[in-house]
């Protein structure tokens, strides 16, 4: 009886997955088809080269994301989290990259409506050209960039791209300013990295002290000091705080 039922199951199975196959070749699927063609109006060709160009762009948007935003001091303080606390890959990266994501998000909300409404939505409704669009894209996030740029690396880059000296910081051209704002990004969040790690280091140093005073040389003091970090942490709220701090860096100025 177990036999037959287990037959019957098998052809209906069977005769599903064949309806399905059947139904799936009748349905018609939309294609997409993309040809190089003869064009007689240069206005043709230069929307193609615009479209190339866009694309071109949108390959390039993880590292814009990446180099113009908050993400890059947030990201290396979280990294910096991590290794201080000793959890090896807890929070897991993704957890991390997921994290640095939407706090940049929560930063760049002002600068990104600003571009938003002031250049894409016009834009889109045909008041502006494209160019002009792109000018008024730029303003706000080379003004959210101005804020934290140093002057030292801002004249490093000056002085290296050979440029007149500009009498206001609003004169530096974009190019200039994106790969100083870079690395004084990485400077800040190194700085916030370093005090993250002192007390950290200060429990671990006290830990390998005792087990060394107490003869337990064989014992690692990663297995002591791991649990009081976590506990030390977890007891002060330590995720409210840095990250509460890290984003108020970008708004107290």
């Keep these: 009886m177990n036999r037959a039922l287990l037959i019957k199951i098998v052809l209906g199975l069977t005769a599903l997955i064949a309806l399905a196959v059947h139904a799936q070749a009748q349905t018609a699927i939309p294609g997409i088809n993309i040809s190089l063609g003869r ?22 948007a993880p590292a814009i994301l990446i180099m113009t935003t908050s993400f890059t001091r947030i990201i290396i303080v979280l990294a910096f989290i991590r290794q201080a606390l000793g959890t090896q890959q807890t929070p897991p990266n993704q957890i991390l990259l997921g994290m640095a994501l939407f706090l940049t998000f929560f930063v760049m909300e002002p600068v990104w409506s600003e571009v938003y409404n002031n250049a894409f939505t016009p834009f889109l409704d045909n008041r502006v050209s494209q160019s002009e669009a792109l000018e008024r894209s730029a303003k706000p996030m080379k003004e959210f960039m101005q804020q934290f740029v140093r002057e030292k690396d801002l004249a ?48 671990d140093l006290v830990v390998a002290s005792v087990l060394m005073s107490m003869g337990m040389m064989m014992l690692p003091p990663i297995m002591i000091s791991l649990p009081l970090k976590l506990m030390l942490f977890v007891l002060v709220d330590g995720w409210n705080l840095i990250v509460g701090s890290l984003v108020e860096s970008f708004f107290v100025r």
């Design 39 to 60: 064009s007689d109006s240069p206005q043709d060709v230069a929307t193609s080269l615009q479209i190339i160009i866009l694309l071109t762009i949108l390959t390039l």
């Design 156 to 203: 490093l880059f000056i002085r290296i791209a050979r440029i007149p000296r500009p009498r206001s910081i609003d004169e530096v051209p974009f190019h200039v300013i994106v790969p100083a704002f870079i690395i004084s990004e990485l400077k800040s969040a190194f700085q916030i990295g370093f005090l993250i790690y002192v007390p950290f280091l200060v429990v």
